[in-house]
Structures are given as C-alpha cells and as structure tokens.
C-alpha cells in the first residue's frame, strides 16, 4: 500500500466509518418511513435491506424527499422538518445504547494518538446524535469537541456531504491545508464531498456491517468510481498506510 507522510491529517468520517451506526440508524428510520406511508401515500415502499443499502450515509431529509420524489404535494416542509426531527430522536434513543465501534477503529485511533497524528471527525450527523454514538461505542476520550465536525451544526447554514463545506470547514479549523489532510469514507456522498473539497489523499471503508459480503465488491467499486484513491475493508490497515515506515506483521 501506498504510504502517507507523518504531517498527514486524517478526517474521518462517522457513521459506518467510526461507529458501527448505519444498520442501528437505518432500522429506525425504515420503521419511521414505514409509519410515513400510512399517513401519506406514495412513496416507494423498501424492504429493509434495500432501505440500508439505499440510503446509507443519507440524511434523513434527503431520504425523504427522494422515497416521495413522485408526490411531494403530500409531503410538505413542514411535513418533513416534523419527521426529520422525529427520525433524530428516535435514532439517538438507539444509538445511545446500541452503538459500537467498527472493528479496529480502537486500536487506529490510539496509534494515532501514540503516533502524535492530528486527525477529526467529518459528519453530516448532529453534535448530539455523534455524542451518543461516541459515548456509547467508548471513543470520547478520542474526540474531544473541537475535533468534532457536524455539517448540521457547525456551519452557519447546514451543508450535508456530498457538498464540500464541512470538509473545508474542518481544514480552517485546524489550520490544515486540504492537499495535506487524509479523508476516511465508507459512502458515495462522502467521497463526493471529499473530492469536491480538494482533500489531498480519500480513502474507502468498506468494513461496515451495513455492507454484506455480498455487496462488498461493489461498494468498494463504487466508491472507487466516486473518486476514492484507495479502498480498505479493514481498519487497521489504515496503519500501515499512514506509518512512515513499514509495519512489521
């Protein structure tokens, strides 16, 4: 693998990357999106492993509009504003007990900080949705508030991947230029966003248990096509991309 120089600053992002959450997350917004159509008819209906693999790494807000593309005359704003903060507090409720680490994360981030590497989380979840999930999975004594990136609370306006501006945003907070930070990915809009942010090195994760085996060939390729340089399926190899000098095994 290629490997990075020590001056790197590694940007990762959380849901499915970090934390193990998409499946909890994803579960509880397909219930939701099910008790939807009961009150407004029209949208596509998901079994729920089509909804995961829909829809990970999408806000809530996204995935509504995009499930009543063909009948928004029944799903207004304030529909959806009502919902979203629905699917927020239902998903927080979960994650605060049932979030895990991905396998290996641990063990990168505490080489990271051994290692003296400056690294964040990217997001697109609120400030109190990745405190749960962070509190939950163990990993606060590793994120410290301000390496904490919300693109729904820290930026003026919210900018959720794949738009660049919580990527940007990040590297100004740190005084990193975006050609020397490392982003951390497991989907397309965050690779999109990662490239429309000029990051100097994006790299896939596929080691997630929202994706199955099965799928996990073509999310690698996917995310490959979206502008990923590298692709990983497990965490620790990050280690070895990121030492500046090889890891013995």
């Known amino acids: 693998m290629k490997r990075l120089q020590h001056h790197k600053v590694v940007l ?17 917004a397909w219930k939701l999106t099910n008790e939807v159509a009961l009150e407004f008819p029209g949208a596509r209906r998901y079994d729920l492993e089509e909804f995961v693999k829909s829809f990970a790494g999408k806000p809530y807000r996204q995935i509504l509009k995009q499930i009543y593309a063909d009948s928004l005359t029944s799903l207004n704003e304030q529909d959806i504003d009502r919902l979203v903060a629905e699917e927020e507090k239902r998903a927080i409720a979960k994650l605060s007990i049932e979030a895990k680490p991905t396998a290996g994360t641990p063990q990168v981030l505490s080489y990271l900080c051994n290692e003296g590497f400056e690294y964040a989380l990217v997001s697109n979840s609120s400030l109190q949705r990745l405190n749960a999930c962070l509190s939950a999975a163990k990993l606060t004594e590793y994120f410290p508030n301000h390496l904490i990136f919300s693109a729904n609370d820290s930026l003026p306006v919210a900018q959720p991947k794949p738009l660049p501006d919580i990527y940007l945003y990040a590297a100004k907070c740190l005084k990193a230029d975006v050609a ?17 942010a000029e990051i100097g090195q994006i790299i896939g994760y596929v080691g997630g248990t929202h994706i199955s085996n099965d799928e996990r060939r073509n999310r690698a390729d996917a995310l490959w096509s979206a502008g990923a340089k590298q692709v990983i399926e497990r965490m620790e190899d990050l280690i070895e991309i990121l030492s500046p000098t090889p890891v013995l095994r």
Do not use: M, P, W, Y
């Not at 849901?15 to 998409?22: A, H, K």
């Not at 930070?181 to 990662?194: F, N, P, Q, T």
């Open 12 to 28: 990762f992002d959380h849901d499915g990357t970090v934390v193990d959450s998409e499946t909890i997350a994803l579960k509880s």
């Open 180 to 196: 020397d930070c490392v982003a951390i990915e497991d989907s397309i809009s965050g690779i999109k966003a990662a490239v429309a």
